[in-house]
């Protein structure tokens, strides 16, 4: 049977309207410029537009967006202008913070807030604002710059944990690794580590008192270093940071 122009029209048109009709994952990219993905999010979940090229399902958001989605396989550039030290969320970011004790909704920032330093948890009222675009974990900043987190390199196979830290430039090159979201949980890994627990984290005061984070290598609340605390991370979308 001979197809006419008209007729593969029709039938990629269908095929379009299938794919936007599907649902988009949790924390999944819902829309940008070029998207031809899913641009519905599940119950519960809105999707926020970040800029004119990734727009992503958060949960509980209360600005749901038109999407305009992002090449596939494009990398978004994030134009967000929320500071650090804020405490309002803007559209498109998470706080992320920790939920177990000692460090009970302590959250993510740099130890000198706003610039390339040691990455801390701290109080609330210095939240930091965060997110997670092509594997990179990126804090946003006034004026619409952003901060990108680093891990140190392992320097043997007995190293038990892994710093992290602020840097201006994308996380590059062997130590890279890749941030990601499960659930609204933090995760990290690279192909040269084997973890037994990708969310496992831990943080551990200096000779001030800030509250260093690390990349754990080990198991969760197994072997903890001396000092330390064993943590996981997670994202929290509410509108404020509460304590």
């Given amino acids: 049977m001979k197809l006419t122009v008209a007729s593969l029209a029709c039938a990629l048109f269908l095929v379009v309207g299938i794919s936007a009709q599907a649902t988009a994952p949790q924390w999944g990219q819902c829309g940008g410029q070029g998207w031809t993905g899913p641009t519905t999010c599940p ?16 949960q509980g958001a209360s600005t749901p967006t038109s999407p305009t989605s992002a090449p596939s396989g494009g990398s978004p550039t994030t134009t967000s202008t929320s500071p650090s030290g804020t405490t309002t969320l ?64 392992r ?7 892994l710093k992290m830290s602020w840097s201006t430039t994308p996380a590059s090159g062997d130590n890279a690794g890749t941030f990601m979201w499960s659930g609204d949980t933090v995760e990290w890994s690279i192909p040269t580590i084997q973890r037994p627990q990708l969310n496992a984290w831990l943080v551990c005061p200096d000779a001030d008192g800030n509250k260093d984070v690390y990349i754990n290598l080990g198991n969760y609340d197994y072997q903890t270093p001396a000092g330390c605390a064993d943590e996981t991370i997670h994202a929290y979308t509410g509108a404020t940071a509460t304590p």
Avoid: M
């Fill in 43 to 58: 119950s519960g979940w809105a999707c926020v537009e970040t800029n004119q090229y990734y727009s992503q399902c958060l």
């Fill in 90 to 153: 803007l559209p498109g970011n998470s706080f992320i913070r920790a939920v177990e004790d000692p460090n009970f909704h302590k959250y993510l920032q740099s130890e000198v807030l706003g610039t390339a330093s040691d990455a801390v948890l701290g109080e609330p009222s210095n939240a930091s604002q965060f997110q997670i675009v092509n594997g990179q974990l990126i804090q946003e900043l006034p004026g619409g710059g952003s901060l990108y987190a680093v891990v140190e390199g």
């Fill in 155 to 161: 320097a043997n196979s007995t190293v038990t944990k």
